[in-house]
Nanobody
Framework: QVQLVESGGGLVQPGGSLRLSCAAS????????MGWYRQAPGKQRELVAD???????NYADSVKGRFTIHRDNAKNTAYLQMNSLKAEDTAVYYC???????WGQGTQVTVSS
């Protein structure tokens, strides 16, 4: 059974940083791409960043230069380093195994002073 568990969310001031983690089990992690998505209240879920098995990455324009996705195959974990956070980054952040899931349970990120 594939399971993804996110952690690392919380409340942070504008300009601050957070690192999200997505721990995977039940899969051969190194073979799969992983994605981070987010959903703000009243909005659709959107892709934030993804990383394929080769390590190539892709980012939404809104987070380029501020967020970094990376993976540690030895730890079966994907990370999202978020710097220079803005109020508009407030959302529930979800981890996703490409191409067909599952989703993690989500972790709340709130950027507010």
């Amino acid at each position: 059974q594939v399971q993804l568990v996110e952690s690392g969310g919380g409340l942070v001031q504008p300009g601050g940083s957070l690192r999200l983690s997505c721990a995977a089990s039940g899969i051969r992690f190194s073979m799969y791409g992983m994605g981070w998505y987010r959903q703000a209240p009243g909005k659709q879920r959107e892709l934030v960043a993804d990383i394929i098995s080769s390590g190539a990455t892709n980012y939404a324009d809104s987070v380029k230069g501020r967020f970094t996705i990376h993976r540690d195959n030895a730890k079966n974990t994907a990370y999202l380093q978020m710097n220079s956070l803005k109020a508009e980054d407030t959302a529930v952040y979800y981890c996703y195994r490409l191409p067909s899931g599952p989703w993690g349970q989500g972790t709340q990120v709130t950027v507010s002073s």
